[in-house]
């Protein structure tokens, strides 16, 4: 396997993966986390110049979109949620 290739394999299981646990977060469809994690992605794909970090913030934002009161969270508690996903 090349190293694109691994490469994007190891970022679709990120993807799913993040996927999964925004599902669990939100109480939401999976598949409607889906959808708007893959808008939230084409978006920053679109405009981003640092492209390292758009999962992360495609994440955030679906979050922001599925619970609006997560926007208002301290950062201790944006913090704790970040270290409970590892």
């Known amino acids: 396997m090349t190293d694109s290739a691994h ?33 939230e992605l084409a978006a920053l794909r679109k405009e981003a110049t640092v492209k390292g970090f758009i999962g992360v913030i495609a994440a955030r934002r679906v979050r922001q979109r599925l619970l609006p009161s997560a926007g208002e969270a301290s950062a201790g508690e944006a913090h704790r949620e970040r270290r409970a996903e590892k």
Not at 11 to 22: F, G, P, V, Y
């Open 7 to 39: 490469s994007k394999r190891r970022s679709q299981e990120s993807h799913e993966s993040t996927i999964s646990k925004l599902a669990k977060q939100t109480q939401a469809n999976e598949e409607v986390v889906r959808h708007l994690y893959d808008e």
